[in-house]
């Protein structure tokens, strides 16, 4: 490597930036293709039902409707999940939440696809309606689903990592606080769309609005049961993700089996009302944390309990059940711990991974009981963390490997700029600041489908005319992953980024990457990337030093050109290098690949949580709230994040603001609420508001000032050391601004989102001598299972449970489970 | 269906076609002329995400009736760049990071062409006005704020005006 970046490092513009400014970008609505059908879905309208009987007859015989689908066409489930593959692309027996698709209409014309839905007569038998985890513990029959733990819990989990009652007993003092987290939602801006056509081959291809096209390719081979190697998938650039494009989708499935039936392009593009259904956002999470401290600040153990309403359908939530235990140790020392974690179905729209993935929840219970810590023992809260941060390079208490980490270095910049020590406690009534820091993974360490193979795979293509060609299955969802592959095959091969064409997220022509989610793309892609880029150089310089007689260890690529670092002025353009080595080994590609290490956990929900590297942020909130009213206002955030190495600071400064702003709106206002409709209607449980208008999100006005630094130490687990910052940027900031609430005005919210009302009830409450606190009251008796008990590292563990079924035993489950998963 | 004649000039070209009556500005720029540049977020007037000029302002084409706009003046994000050379508002979204995923950038793009037509040096909170019906979900609004600024900064006077 050059110890001297040209492109890393410098704020540029992207490269698909141009094509973003122009209208220029084709997203999956953008296609329009010769002979398209469009494609219409009739859904639910009941929360909770048998299907009796779908009658199409007549929409059949609409003029311009060209075919009609319901469930008895797609026999086979999926989902992203092997252990949830509990989905079909039209419901067959049973509907499980208003908004769940009956029938699809294929018509000319939307139009003309809307007037036809319209005919279909679904005549259903209602079954109760589990609208809450308390329904849903509380009554086993009938079950949304025939899989899960038992009755309607679909996942209930339970891991020990030493004697945590043991440590809570012998602490100093004993926190025990109960915390909720509201579900919320993406809510990106272009409605998911996907285009189907059999191509000249007879071949399917879909074009889609996805992050995960290789997990869309999988499900569409298992649905429709085709040869993989038969269907194309192409994500488009997607206008907007967050996680809600992350999962295969009904409609993408409808509008390939309709293709190919019908041998025409068809189209579907969901309306507003629709996305609201897909979701896949965040989890409502009830969860309890109770916490051993000792008198000078330390945690001697914490037991956590969560409890999340899932939805109908399973998605991600396995790994997001996990996800709400797995990352607290990651960020603090705790020597002992216990998560127990409970997932219920319920008959609401799935939910699944959004920004952060099951750890904002937790993390907000986590931070808020840390300020109230701090302040029984009358502790600044940042002297507090800063007497905490987990070690690095270590090994956590439930194995996770942890490599860099740069906290302590933010808490203390955060501090610093907000002029934190003349503010905390300091401010006049009404006006407060709160200090929140949290952690994230760099991509997971281990891939949905369990194998030996690579994450992501990066394939480059070197021609006589001096331009780079580089293939690769990462999806860019506006985050930016084709400007970070290609400043990487920029930087290594000494040329311009705008010299590089990057082909990606399509299953015909570029190598698997698993996708855009859990921040892995940057890490996992960019190492490939490295690696294809210097075996590339490699063939560059053999070719080059035989040519000028020189050791090709004196070579520099740089400014487009390969010369002689001695003697800059001998030396080979780019183009001379690249023909001079084609002449001299043929024609010139190069690939590389990535494969996160080994994990150390060893024992059943281990899977969860290991990473390359963590990411590490801390947050100053300041926050302005009228006592009259409880209305609140934030001026300002101050955020640090342990960045690695920003490849691209203009974007780096995009995602961690991006962040701040998308966890303003879940801290303050954002809701995928429910309710019911009168009785005089159908008393169904539908969606509170699926609309923009009054689903709020913020605005342009309501932007805080926002003082962003990128604390800069290269993680030799990232490519130029970078680590990731699409998500952990988000995490801290609803915590904080529970903590600046109480600094403001002196009550502890402890529910998200958090409500000029709340604030007021919690401001009515003290003043009438209650407790000064607005949010859950307990934690439901939950009987959990036997935990898994695994001894810390310093205990003598070494990463198994030891009351864990033998693996052996274990792997042929797996095996039964994988073998339905279909491609492989 | 009925047809309805919509003639009118769109990024300075005339343009006349029969489209369906009950077709909007957005549905007419995307389905019949192909102007896709143009994104929707939700039909429904609710983010600004189909925001065009029509006779120099911004309005939300998803709720303007294509029979509304004969013999009007309609520019869309195509019609921004001229003589080969992108807008300074491009230049400096491009540049700055404004536009992430893209899918507001259009509707921004033009909201912001009349914001400096009108006002050639705004202040960030006349910014912040003008844009606050236009939804971002991906950067938070400040650094396409600082876009605009900097191609205010960047614009002479004239440019302005035309």
New interface residues.
Partial sequence: MTSRMRVIGHPRRRVDGRAKVTGQTRFADDIVLPRMLHCRLLRSTQPHARIVRVNTAEAARVEGVHLVLTGESFPIPYGILPVSHDEHALCRDKVRFVGDPVAAVIARDEVTAEQAIRLIDVEYEPLRTFASPADSLAYPEPRIHDYGDHGNVHKIVSLQFGDVDQAIADADHVFDDVFFFEGNTHLPLEQHAAVALKDGDGKLVVYSSTQTPHYVHRALAKALAMPAAHIRVIATPNGGGFGGKSDPFNHEIVVAKAALLLDRPVKICLNREEVFYCHRGRHPVLMRFRTGVTNDGRITGLDLQTLLDGGAYGSYGVASTFYTGALQTVTYDIPRYRFRGCRVFTNKPPCGPKRGHGTPQSRFGQEVQLDKIAERLGVDPAELRLGIVAPPDSLTANYMRVGTIGLAECIRRVVERSNWREKFRKLPLGRGVGLACSSYLSGAGLPINWNDLPHTGVQLKLDRSGGVTVFCGATEIGQGSDDVLVATIAEVLGIDPFDVRAVTGDTDLTPVDLGSYSSRVTLMMGNAAIQAAERAREMLAAAVSARLGMPSDRLVFADRRVFDSGNPSTGVTFQEAVCIAEARFGTLGTTGSYTPPKSAARFKGGGVGPSPTYSYTAAVVEVDVDPETGWITVPRVWIAHDIGRALNPTLARGQVEGSVYMALGEALMEEQAFRRLPARLSHALVHKFPSMLEYKSPTSLDMPEIVTDLIEHPDPAGPFGAKEVGQGPLLPIMPAMANAVYDAVGVRIDQIPITPEKILRALQAKASGKPARLGPADFPDIEWPEALLVAPPWEGGDGRASNEPTRRSRRKAEAGIEATAGVR | MMKVRFACTVNDEPVEVLV?G?KTLLEVL??DL???????????G??G?CAVLLDGQPVLSCLVLAAECDARHII???G??ADGR?HP???C?????A????????GI?VTAKALLEQEPHPSRER???A???????????????EAVEAAARLMPSETKAG
């Fill in positions: 369906d009950y995307r389905e192909q102007l896709t540049g143009t994104k929707h977020g939700c039909e429904l609710e983010c995400t869309t994000v195509e921004l760049a992108l508002l491009q230049e979204f491009a540049d700055l990071g536009a992430q995923c893209g899918y507001c950038t259009p793009l910014i912040c006005e844009l606050s019906g236009n939804l971002c979900r991906c950067t938070g609004y400040l650094q396409i704020v």
